[in-house]
Structures are given as C-alpha cells and as structure tokens.
C-alpha cells in the first residue's frame, strides 16, 4: 500500500514524463488570452487527448411558454485545442446560435425552445486536446507594471460583494503587512485561504463568492477562488476565476480554478481547494511517516505557488458577474455548466421536476495513452 501511494505521489507531484511536443501558441489577447505579451512562457507538455459527450437534461415548469438555454463552448487557446464541436437536441429537434458576451469574450451555443413539452436533451461531442502547464513561477522575478492595459480594467476592481464580511478589510489589512513586495502579498493570500476554508460543498456559494468564504470559512472551489482572486486584486494583480470541465465521468463534471496575471509571466493558474483536498489526504494517510507526510504536503503546496494545471482538465469559461449573450432575465454571477430559465426564472441543478430543473451527466473516452495523471479525483497514477 505505501509503495502503492508513494508510485502515485511522485507522478502527482513531481510530474516526470517524457515530454512531447507542446500547442501551439494561440490567444495572445492581453485581456482574454493566456500568453504573456513578453518574457517568461510557461512549459506545455504532456499533451492529452479526449472525446467528450456532454449532456444536459431540463425539465420545464408545466405551461412554460419559453424555455431559454446557454451552453459555454470551451475555446482554443494556448492550453488546449478544441475541435469537433457538435450540437444535439432529443427529442425535440432545436437550432442554437452561436453568440458572445462582450466582458470576457465567453462564447456560448443559445437555444429557445417555444412551449417545451416534457425534457428536453441537449448533447455536446467534441474532442479536447490539453497540456499540462507549468509556470515555474519565481516570485523574486515578478515585477510590478508600471500601469495595465485598459483591457485589464475588469480584472482589476475587488469583488464588490466581498463588504458584506465585517472582518474582509482586517484580513486584507493582514495580508499586506507581511511585506512591501507584492509578490510576497500574494503568496501571504495564497497562504491564508489554505490556512482558513474547509471545503464543504454542502456549504457552499456556487457563485465565486468572497464573502461566503469569509464569513462561513467554508465553501467550494469558487468560493476559495473567488475569496483569494479579490485579495489579489488588493494586491495589484489582476485576477479572473475560470470554470471548465474535469475529463472524467461524472454528473456534474464542472471545476474552476484561479488565474493571476504575474508579470514577466501573464495569466498563471492556481488550484488552491484541490491542492488542499490532496494535502490533506496526505496527511491522512497513516502508512506515511510524519516526517513523509509533512514533505510531500510541502510539494503538492509548493508546485501549487509555482503556476500548474493539469492536463484533465478543459477550460470553457472566463471571469464573474458578467452578462451573458444574448442577455438572460437574471443576473448570473458565474456560469458552471449551463444557464436554463422558463419565461424569465432562472432553473436550478437538482430541484424538483415541478418547479423546473436540469441536471448534467459526461462521458470521456481518452485517445491515446498521455492522459489522466494529475487529478486528485484518482488514487491511482
């Protein structure tokens, strides 16, 4: 068993493969793209391939008039490539339209089903081919930008709702009394969500809240993110909570992470719940001494700081609180999977048939032999 762990420990952690070629270099967009303008790239490799079969399944409210759907379409950027990507309705067939929301550039397939009538299937197929990325982040190299792009702009205020926790200006106050150096500031932010959230996810926002992790010390992954993108932005980094699908099997495959743009080296990627998840899991593991527990806990956190993502998981979506396209009836924070809603209420995951819902469901077959390595969803290398 400690063979066992330790075999998957050290391809989690130290992540040793031969590499392969890396992506092609694409999304330089300074606000939207993940290529830094200059200076230090981040390492692709380790390319994986997939076919994935997305599906969503809405129920209605009886007597709905209009049934109202957006679905993300994941884009290609440097990290990924996307390719094949097809729409399907059952058993009603349905025509969507391609449209994109002017924040972010987030691009979403929008559907209008006039008087729906029983569930309605939407089915998405396309193949993803992702890299791990690593940034081998340097703080001691970070330098603070004499001034930001105006693209930058909506990266750069604090989460407005982050007032609603008493003690967010103490904390803030907290984290930048550590040092002059904002790169240290960041790392003290980093640092202090690990330290302070438990994640719960029956306690959670949904929403990339900062207050709800603050004022509960609990959440999900937006909640974490959320919490420690708008510390960020105290700093003077700006900051973007992205959401995409895990490439596994699973009901609800969504997963989002945190993205910091850290000069010399651009937008750099921050898992901080699934890198708590696995540390403490670690810690757990009574086949490892304290001394083996405290080191590889240590590492999992450490190549954390350095800038990573791995290779299962695909970005679809960029940012919060924006407007989608065309405009939905409510505001949507964020957008995890899809957004539904009948004559203007928005539905929601998992409530009851009457009342209107959806639910998601994912099917990933890998193409290939590169792949699923580096998710803390698998004990197994």
């Not at 930008?145 to 750069?156: K, L, M, R, Y």
Request: charged share 20%.
């Amino acid at each position: 068993m400690f063979l066992k762990f330790s075999v998957f420990l050290c391809l989690f952690v130290v992540c040793i493969l031969n590499p392969t070629s890396t992506l092609k270099a694409l999304g330089n967009q300074p606000g939207g793209g993940e290529k830094p303008d200059s200076g230090t790239a981040p390492s692709r490799t380790a390319r994986a391939k997939f076919e994935v079969d997305f599906r969503v399944a809405i129920v209605a409210p009886a007597k709905t008039k209009k049934l109202r759907v957006w679905i993300p379409i994941p884009p290609t950027t440097g990290n990924q490539v996307v390719t094949n990507s097809r729409f399907r309705t059952f058993p009603r067939k349905v025509s969507s339209k391609v449209s994109t929301e002017p924040t972010y550039g987030n691009e979403f397939a929008y559907f209008e089903i006039e008087s729906p009538d029983g569930a309605l299937e939407i089915q998405h197929t396309f193949t993803a081919e992702i890299a791990q990325v690593d940034w081998s982040v340097d703080y001691a190299k970070v330098v603070k930008a004499g001034s930001w792009p105006e693209t930058f702009e909506v990266f750069q205020k604090p989460d407005a709702r982050s007032s609603r926790a008493t003690d967010y200006q103490h904390v803030v106050g907290q984290i930048l009394s550590v040092s002059d150096r904002k790169s240290k500031q960041l790392m003290k932010a980093i640092e202090w969500v690990d330290q302070n959230l438990t994640y719960d996810s029956a306690n959670a926002s949904l929403t990339a809240d900062p207050a709800h992790g603050l004022i509960h010390r609990r959440g999900h992954c937006s909640d974490y993110h959320g919490l420690c993108g708008t510390f960020a932005r105290e700093i003077g980094f700006p900051s973007r909570v992205l959401y995409g699908l895990q490439m596994f099997e699973k009901g609800s495959p969504s997963h989002c992470k945190l993205e910091v743009y850290l000069p010399p080296y651009g937008w750099v990627t921050y898992d901080l719940s699934e890198t708590q998840k696995l540390a403490r899991k670690i810690q757990a593991n009574g086949n490892l001494t304290a001394e083996q527990q405290a080191n590889m806990s240590k590492q999992v956190r450490q190549r954390t700081l350095n800038g990573f993502r791995e290779n299962t998981w695909l970005l679809v979506t960029r940012g919060e609180n924006y407007p989608l396209a065309p405009a939905a009836s409510t505001p949507v924070s964020i957008l995890r999977t899809i957004h539904a809603e009948a004559d203007g209420i928005a539905l929601k995951e998992g409530a009851s048939m009457d009342s209107g819902t959806w639910m998601t469901m994912q099917r990933v077959d890998e193409i290939g032999s590169a792949g699923r390595r580096f998710s803390v969803l698998n004990d197994q290398p």
